[in-house]
């Protein structure tokens, strides 16, 4: 069965530097999401991607956040200059097409530990 | 705003009793509900879909309501067995692309 895949599983970091997260989602899928998840809390919203753009974005998702589908098969979120409260899970999710009359099929997540 | 309240934070029960979930929403007429599951340090998995013009759902020992004059709806799982453990989430749309807001979830136990 098809499956979105992340790497890494665990990234640390220091404050204040880049990181780069990186997902694939399923092939045929068109949209395509990142959320986090910060320890005990619930899964919130980051940024909705589609046809090679940002559709629409949270207000967590600052100046300091970008993403990018450098090719056919790779989605990547990118966080310029990290910061303790940035320290989450990440999940990227992906889906045929939007709206929520479509099942969102959300990969297994980066733990990123900013130090 | 739109908030999503899962009433429980976790709800005990024991194997082959039927598992009641509830979620609740305010300032919102969502078209679709989703329910999720997650279990620890993996992402959600999704499980049911139910739209506002259908009032209940079913798949295999899972059932979902959906009250939009209430707006609430019921998550069960009947003959519960211990892999059933897991938290479950409540999701509706926040956008038109399909983002998704969750509620915080609740985290089932089942006891054999």
């Known amino acids: 069965e098809p499956e979105v895949t992340q790497t890494p599983s665990h990234q640390v970091t220091q404050m204040g530097q880049e990181v780069i997260l990186r997902c694939v989602p399923i092939?045929?899928?068109?949209?395509f999401y990142w959320y986090r998840q910060i320890l005990g809390q619930k899964v919130e919203f980051l940024v909705s991607f589609y046809n090679n753009e940002i559709s629409e974005k949270s207000e967590i998702f600052d100046d300091q956040f970008s993403v990018e589908r450098p090719d056919g098969s790779n989605f990547t979120l990118k966080i310029r200059s990290t910061k303790l409260e940035d320290s989450a899970m990440y999940f990227c999710?992906?889906?045929?097409?939007?709206?929520?009359?479509?099942?969102?099929?959300f990969g297994p997540g980066t733990r990123l530990t900013v130090t | 705003s739109q908030k999503i309240e899962q009433n429980s934070e976790a709800l005990n029960i024991q194997e082959g009793k039927t598992a009641t979930l509830t979620c609740n929403y305010t300032?919102?007429?969502?078209?679709?509900l989703q329910w999720y599951r997650q279990d620890p340090g993996r992402g959600p998995v999704f499980l049911l879909l139910i739209r506002e013009n259908e009032k209940e759902k079913r798949k295999e020992r899972l059932k979902v309501t959906f009250d939009t004059t209430l707006k609430q709806s019921l998550f069960h799982i009947t003959a519960s067995q211990p892999a059933d453990s897991a938290t479950y989430l409540c999701a509706l749309e926040s956008g038109s692309q399909g983002n998704l807001i969750f509620g915080k979830g609740t985290k089932l136990s089942v006891k054999p």
């Open positions: 999710a992906s889906s045929e097409a939007g709206g929520t009359s479509y099942e969102q099929y």
């Open positions: 300032n919102y007429s969502p078209a679709y």
């Open positions: 092939s045929n899928h068109l949209y």
